[in-house]
């Protein structure tokens, strides 16, 4: 079994780059285009403190998420992020590194907002521990923070601590339809503008908007009403029953299929409410039937999942999004398509802050995502 301990020996004398593995959920970010010693974390794996009275939980990094999962639901409580790949195999430190929040993160926020204190090994083989069970407000770097979405090229986490929430009373999602992705957007926008306990907020390429509520059972259908009346429309909805969650398992068991398969490559754009019409206008355009497949807009519009056929031209897709300045990563996929895909440009301030936490270049660089 590995150790911090022994993952700091084998940095300081690894001739080449190391890459920290996790559950392999990502294939892209575990295949790395880049020559790399593969460090498998799965073996480094338990919970290490946890305490419901102050929401806080603590695993090594190679514990799989369904344990965390299974501990918390024992005394109702949840991981708010929503992550997913968890029935896949995901860990608690693969999923810090990937920086993947599923749906329903809309109300209580995404990853890095739950990460409070994260143990690592830096390029120097240096044991260190960043961030603190405690919340203060000081001056400093949040370290937690800094790891959330780095792929493993700032530094090798050994163990994580999350904030963790109750279990929400009830849910209910309120489905409507509308002529196109822009009166989606629209319609969310007003929604949105509204002190409404949302979920998740999902459009679909048809014109489906998908709104899940969240809170005490009491106060659901006083909120839907609110919802409606927003709307404009009475929509349809899902009342706290087994279908509801039935639906939002299926939304997220989609994107972790397309993931699963080598067929497809799952890629992840950032975008905005506002830019959703443009980009799947854009997306419409260069690609054959079932080569594109747009599998949600999601996360409020911030974030959009595509699935590429993998004989799919990856240099097309990279060349439409950068031309509308969108950045995206391949989650899975071959080591030749691992590059960033369209705008690059906070690559070059990701180097520098490697270049400060690795000087000897022991971790694959950003440039080989």
Not at 150 to 164: A, Q
Not at 271 to 297: G, K
Request: proline share 6%; with cysteine; aromatic share 6%.
């Amino acid at each position: 079994m590995i150790s911090p301990q022994s993952i700091a020996e084998t940095v300081k004398s690894a001739a080449g780059r190391v890459l920290p593995l996790g559950g392999g959920t990502k294939s892209a970010l575990a295949a790395c285009g880049e020559d790399v010693e593969r460090l498998d974390m799965r073996s480094w794996s338990g919970i290490v403190a946890y305490d419901p009275s102050e929401y806080l939980i603590s695993a090594k990094a190679g514990t799989p998420l369904s344990e965390l999962q299974a501990a918390l639901a024992a005394e109702g409580q949840f991981l708010p992020f929503d992550p997913l790949f968890v029935a896949q195999g995901s860990t608690v430190g693969g999923s810090v590194a990937s920086g993947v929040s599923g749906p329903n993160r809309l109300l209580y926020g995404g990853l890095r907002d739950f990460v409070m204190e994260v143990a690592l090994v830096d390029g120097l083989g240096t044991c260190v521990r960043g961030g603190g069970k405690v919340v203060k407000n000081a001056a400093g770097f949040d370290l937690p923070k800094l790891f959330v979405g780095s792929y493993g090229r700032l530094g090798i986490l050994t163990e994580v601590t999350l904030k963790v929430f109750p279990q929400p009373q009830g849910s209910a999602t309120l489905l409507s339809h509308w002529p196109d992705v822009r009166g989606c957007v629209q319609a969310s926008q007003r929604l949105l503008a509204q002190p409404l306990p949302i979920m998740a907020l999902e459009i679909d390429r048809g014109g489906q908007l998908l709104v899940r509520f969240a809170g005490p059972s009491a106060s659901l259908p006083n909120v839907l009403r609110r919802a409606r009346s927003v709307l404009g429309q009475a929509g349809e909805t899902l009342d706290e029953t087994q279908a509801e969650r039935q639906l939002w398992e299926q939304r997220a068991a989609r994107i972790e299929q397309h993931a699963l398969t080598a067929e497809r490559r799952l890629v992840r754009v950032a975008t905005s409410l506002e830019q959703l019409p443009d980009l799947e206008r854009q997306l419409a355009a260069p690609f054959p039937p079932d080569t594109l497949d747009i599998l949600s807009f999601s996360g409020a519009g911030s974030l959009a999942w595509l699935s590429l056929a993998a004989d799919g031209d990856c240099q097309a897709l990279d060349q439409l999004l950068r031309s509308g300045n969108f950045s995206a990563v391949a989650l899975t996929g071959k080591a030749s398509d691992l590059l960033p895909l369209g705008d690059k440009s906070w690559i070059s301030a990701a180097a520098r802050i490697q270049s400060a936490l690795d000087p000897q270049q022991k971790f694959a660089s950003f440039g080989g995502v």
